[in-house]
């Protein structure tokens, strides 16, 4: 059975190997792909860092400037507002890669953006 994308994309990043390498232009393309179809723009749900720009390192700058700064007040602010219920379930669905240990925790306790 072939991974889904997002468990390609943790495997690439969780590979100490392969970690610095570019993400091969087939996952690169299947998680375009699957983040299409996982995300529903009618109820606006926005999808974490590491599937928005999966080539970008979270010590990045671009998270601190830009788009990805503007980007992470978004989706800081919408699961913020998200009900339990349904925090634990896009948590489940969008697990946090390594490199990315500890990002919900911070982004529901902080009060503002991140």
Same mark, same amino acid.
């Given at each position: 059975?072939?991974?889904?994308?997002?468990?390609?994309?943790?495997?690439?990043?969780?590979?100490?190997?392969?970690?610095?390498?570019?993400?091969?232009?087939?996952?690169?393309?299947?998680?375009?792909?699957?983040?299409?179809?996982?995300?529903?723009? =009618?109820?606006?749900?926005?999808?974490?860092? #590491?599937?928005?720009?999966? $080539?970008?390192? +979270?010590? %990045?700058?671009?998270?601190?400037?830009?788009?990805?700064?503007?980007?992470?007040?978004?989706?800081?602010?919408?699961?913020?507002?998200?009900?339990?219920?349904?925090?634990?379930?896009?948590? =489940?669905?969008?697990?946090?890669?390594?490199? #990315?240990?500890?990002?919900? $925790?911070?982004? +529901?306790? %902080?009060?503002?953006?991140?």
């Amino acid at each position: 059975m072939p991974k889904d994308p997002p468990q390609s994309l943790s495997d690439h990043i969780r590979n100490l190997a392969m970690r610095d390498n570019p993400l091969s232009e087939n996952v690169r393309n299947q998680i375009k792909d699957w983040v299409a179809d996982n995300t529903v723009e =009618r109820s606006g749900e926005l999808v974490p860092p #590491w599937v928005w720009k999966p $080539d970008m390192p +979270r010590e %990045s700058i671009g998270w601190r400037m830009g788009g990805g700064e503007d980007y992470l007040s978004a989706l800081g602010g919408w699961i913020r507002d998200l009900q339990e219920t349904d925090f634990i379930e896009y948590r =489940r669905r969008f697990p946090e890669p390594e490199a #990315w240990s500890g990002f919900y $925790d911070e982004v +529901r306790s %902080s009060t503002k953006g991140l």
